[in-house]
């Protein structure tokens, strides 16, 4: 069964500066999707970001990024030039097909500091 | 983008009524619908998954007679928690997804059931 795992529950970052959002998962298909949502304080589930598996470019999303090592499972995230509006949790999530479930890690709690 | 609108945002009601919850895809034909349910500061349970015309699908654990899930069209599907306890109480998220291959979810804003 595929697995997403987030290893850090929370992180902080200082307005303006960058962090990053560990994601691992498992599986043994070769192609699939996988992405970033984030759902801030509102509940609502927005998607950051996509990465479907057999692209080997990163994607990006103005001042969302992936580091995606298919070898490895990672599928990281990079925000830069952090806002007060990014503060929410991130949770990350794979999918085998474009009709399946999703599997989705635990999230990651990210605080913004002024 | 495509949008998904759940109804009622929230809503609170007495142990042993039942309580109906609305998932409509507003511009597109949503193909699939699953349901979730998540608890404070955890990450989302996948109940049951829902195609247009057939029984849902539920995941291991979930009362079938307990979470009526119905499907009848295209753009909309509901969620029935039967003889609500209070430990149904809980934050309940719907998604959909339509014929492309993006494979993105598109969510609904969620519905708070509190019962009493």
């Known amino acids: 069964a595929q697995t997403v795992t987030q290893s850090q529950p929370e992180m902080s970052v200082q307005e303006a500066e960058t962090v990053t959002l560990s994601c691992t998962y498992d599986?043994?298909?070769?192609?699939?999707?996988l992405f970033w949502y984030k759902q801030p304080p509102s509940r609502q589930m927005i998607l950051v970001i996509r990465?479907?598996?057999?692209?080997?470019q990163n994607a990006t999303e103005n001042r969302f990024s992936v580091n995606f090592q298919k070898a490895a499972k990672s599928f990281s995230l990079k925000i830069s030039d952090s806002q007060l509006g990014d503060a929410a949790m991130y949770f990350c999530?794979?999918?085998?097909?474009?009709?399946?479930?999703?599997?989705f890690g635990d999230g990651t709690t990210l605080t913004v500091k002024p | 983008g495509a949008v998904v609108s759940q109804h009622p945002s929230r809503v609170i009601c007495k142990s042993g009524t039942s309580v109906k919850i609305e998932c409509r895809s507003l511009?597109?034909?949503?193909?699939?619908m699953f349901w979730y349910r998540q608890f404070p500061k955890q990450s989302l349970m996948l109940m049951a998954t829902?195609?247009?015309?057939?029984?849902?699908?539920?995941e291991q654990g979930v009362e079938k007679d307990k979470f009526l899930i119905n499907h009848a069209s295209l753009t909309l599907s509901t969620l029935t928690v039967t003889s609500a306890h209070p430990e149904d109480s809980s934050f309940y998220i719907c998604?959909?997804?339509?014929?492309?291959?993006?494979?993105?979810?598109?969510f609904g804003e969620g519905s708070r059931l509190t019962v009493l």
């Open positions: 999530a794979y999918r085998f097909t474009n009709a399946g479930k999703s599997t």
């Open positions: 829902s195609n247009e015309g057939s029984k849902a699908t539920y």
């Open positions: 511009d597109f034909q949503a193909t699939t």
């Open positions: 998604s959909a997804t339509d014929r492309g291959y993006t494979g993105e979810l598109f």
């Open positions: 990465q479907e598996a057999y692209k080997q």
């Open positions: 599986t043994s298909e070769s192609d699939y999707y």
